[in-house]
C-alpha cells in the first residue's frame, strides 16, 4: 500500500466482514442494527446509509414473513372465503 500511495494510486487495506462491521465509523455510523426474528432469535443486519439530522437512526426491524403466514390474507384478499381457505389448508393444498 505504501508503495501504490507513493505513486498516487488511490488504495486501502481488503477488510474480513468481521473487521469491516466493526469498524469505528461503522459503529459511529450506526450501520449494523439488530432485531428480535420470530424463529431466529437475535439477528443483526446492516443499517441504512441514508441518515438524516434530527431523525433518530435506529431502523425499524421487520423481520421476512414465515413460510405462508400470510396465505390466508391473500388468499381472502383475492376473493376467498374463510370456509374456502379453511378447506384448502385442511386439505393441505396451502
Do not use: W
Amino acid at each position: 500500500m505504501e508503495d501504490l500511495g507513493e505513486l498516487n494510486i488511490c488504495v486501502g487495506p481488503v477488510k474480513s466482514v468481521k473487521e469491516a462491521l466493526s469498524h469505528p465509523q461503522m459503529l459511529f455510523r450506526e450501520m449494523v442494527t439488530s432485531g428480535k426474528h420470530p424463529f431466529a432469535g437475535k439477528i443483526n443486519k446492516i443499517g441504512s446509509s441514508l441518515k438524516f439530522s434530527g431523525n433518530s437512526s435506529a431502523a425499524v426491524y421487520s423481520p421476512a414473513p414465515g413460510l405462508g403466514e400470510h396465505t390466508g390474507e391473500i388468499l381472502a384478499r383475492l376473493g376467498c372465503s374463510k370456509n374456502e381457505i379453511d378447506d384448502l389448508a385442511k386439505r393441505s393444498i396451502v
